[in-house]
T-cell receptor, first 113, second 112 residues
């Protein structure tokens, strides 16, 4: 009964480095999404997917890429890390109904120096 | 653009006192509204959701929220605060689409 699993929990990058944040869910949810959380700004949507092979941009997509090759996995790639990407990143999933709540992972705390 | 506004980034209450967290949304169509709670170093957990079945919605841990269309509000209340209610609370809204919008969050401090 794992739900949404994110790895790693913590990461420190230097400016210009790239990395992938992993997200997996075992609830057979069609919808998956990535948010970043910054103090006073709530959660902002980066990218989302409504099913395998389908992705779309959210509110703050620049500097991030996603892919959805399977229903279970939705990795987030930082192409060239910048200090402005220092944040806490959350992956969340739900079933295909708009009024269904999101299920969140425990987050990845990323620091870019 | 759709938006959610939470009044007050920090709220301090005494144990046993009323907890009131305010949320207003902008919407031209009936929304889906949610309250989530976040404990330290954890992801968000659903407290309750409004989906038009009833204007007063009861959630977990004794919380409830009232949907008021005329005021475009969805305020969260709990009659008697407990120390375990110390957390950050987020109001969010969705509509027929895939982009759930979150408010800025309200951090609740409970004083003994």
């Amino acid at each position: 009964n794992a739900g949404v699993t994110q790895t790693p929990k913590f990461q420190v990058l230097k400016t210009g480095q790239s990395m992938t944040l992993q997200c997996a869910q075992d609830m057979n949810h069609e919808y998956m999404s990535w948010y970043r959380q910054d103090p006073g700004m709530g959660l902002r949507l980066i990218h989302y997917s409504v099913g395998a092979g389908i992705t779309d941009q959210g509110e703050v997509p620049n500097g991030y890429n996603v892919s959805r090759s399977t229903t279970e996995d939705f990795p987030l790639r930082l192409l060239s890390a910048a200090p402005s990407q220092t944040s806490v990143y959350f992956c969340a999933s739900r079933d295909r109904f708009f009024n269904s709540p999101l299920h969140f992972g425990n987050g990845t705390r990323l620091t870019v120096t | 653009a759709q938006s959610v506004t939470q009044l007050g980034s920090h709220v301090s209450v005494s144990e046993g006192a009323l907890v009131l967290l305010r949320c207003n949304y902008s919407s031209s169509v009936p929304p889906y509204l949610f309250w989530y709670v976040q404990y330290p170093n954890q992801g968000l957990q659903l407290l309750l959701k409004y989906t038009s079945a009833a204007t007063l919605v009861k959630g977990i841990n004794g919380f409830e929220a009232e949907f008021k269309k005329s005021e475009t509000s969805f305020h969260l209340t709990k009659p008697s605060a407990h120390m375990s209610d110390a957390a950050e609370y987020f109001c969010s809204r969705g509509a027929a689409g895939n982009k759930l919008t979150f408010g800025g969050g309200t951090r609740v401090l409970v004083k003994p």
